[in-house]
């Protein structure tokens, strides 16, 4: 998400021709998007997006989990 915000930020000041963006050349303003389509690869092929979806869900069950024994009384309370 950084690589794409940097390009979409690149193009408008490439665009508006502001700043020392205006004389980069378009290849320079356009690699973050590059950039980002190679972390998607690399995060994709790696397990690495997998393995955050992962850890995601197991917070979101054990602050399920959490939620319920509270409710029931059985969270020991902690000091």
């Known amino acids: 998400m950084f690589f794409l915000f940097i390009g979409v930020i690149g193009i408008l000041l490439k665009y508006l021709e502001i700043g020392p963006v205006a004389t980069l050349d378009w290849w320079m303003v356009l690699a973050p998007f590059g950039l980002a389509v190679i972390w998607w690869w690399w995060a994709d092929s790696s397990g690495y997006t997998k393995k955050k979806e992962m850890e995601k869900m197991d ?4 602050e399920r989990i959490d939620k319920q024994r509270d409710a029931m009384g059985m969270l020991k309370k902690r000091k």
Do not use: E, G, M, V
């Open 59 to 62: 917070k979101r069950k054990q």
